[in-house]
């Protein structure tokens, strides 16, 4: 299970994302299938071909990447961190080994 969970919305429409931070349990035990109900097409198609070809070997290198990899996707779409489960948004930046840009907040007039 991962260590800890960032909460991402997306200012432009609203959108909102859970991206695990850490180990994938769920990409050891089910390979690309996670990506799938992410909704990540992409990682979906490359993990799955390259258990393909390495008859499943490649999840056990994937499930040590995959959620940083999910993560810069999500910051590279415009999402931005809104908060996380555990700790604070600059530890876990520090974990993924890149600053997560945070979610401004909003005041009403």
Same mark, same amino acid.
């Given at each position: 299970m991962a260590n800890n969970t960032i909460y991402f919305e997306?200012?432009?429409t609203g959108q909102m994302k859970e991206?695990?931070?850490g180990f994938s349990w769920t990409t050891f035990f089910f390979g690309p299938f996670p990506m799938l109900f992410r909704g990540s097409w992409k990682w979906?198609? @490359?993990?799955?071909i390259i258990a393909i070809i390495t008859w499943g070997l490649g999840n056990l290198v994937f499930m040590f990447i995959i959620n940083k990899f999910y993560i810069k996707d999500?910051?590279?779409d415009g999402f931005k961190a809104k908060s996380v489960? @555990?700790?604070t948004l600059?530890?876990?930046s520090m974990s993924v080994g890149f600053p997560v840009p945070v979610l401004e907040a909003t005041t009403a007039a």
């Open positions: 997306n200012p432009r991206a695990p931070v979906f198609a @490359i993990i799955l999500l910051v590279s489960k @555990i700790g600059e530890q876990v």
